[in-house]
């Protein structure tokens, strides 16, 4: 069984800062990547940033140079580094972890809201 613990969410005001963490575990769990996705109301999930090894990793353009992903590979942790927060960032956001066996895991979600 595998399990996400998400933490690091909250109420920020427009130009804050959060940072958002995801501590993976499991029998036998072998990481492909890890990532953050986000879903604001009535809006689908969508890709925040993702990163599968040191030199590759893909971020939503809504985010370029505002957010940082990065990861603990010995303590299977990825962290997500959100500067300059605007209101349109406001959203659950959703740990993702895609095993080597392509099998997707999701964490319980952290709520983000960004006031103006």
């Known amino acids: 069984q595998v399990q996400l613990v998400e933490s690091g969410g909250g109420l920020v005001q427009a130009g804050g800062s959060l940072r958002l963490s995801c501590a993976a575990s499991?029998?036998?769990?072998?990481?492909?990547?890890m990532g953050w996705f986000r879903q604001a109301p009535g809006k689908q999930r969508e890709l925040v940033a993702d990163m599968s090894s040191p030199s590759t990793w893909h971020y939503a353009d809504s985010v370029k140079g505002r957010f940082t992903i990065s990861r603990d590979y010995a303590a299977n942790t990825v962290y997500l580094q959100m500067n300059s927060l605007k209101p349109e960032d406001t959203a659950v956001y959703f740990c993702n972890v895609v095993s080597t066996s392509m099998y997707n895991y999701w964490g319980q979600g952290t709520q983000v809201t960004v006031s103006s």
């Open positions: 499991g029998n036998a769990l072998s990481i492909y990547s």
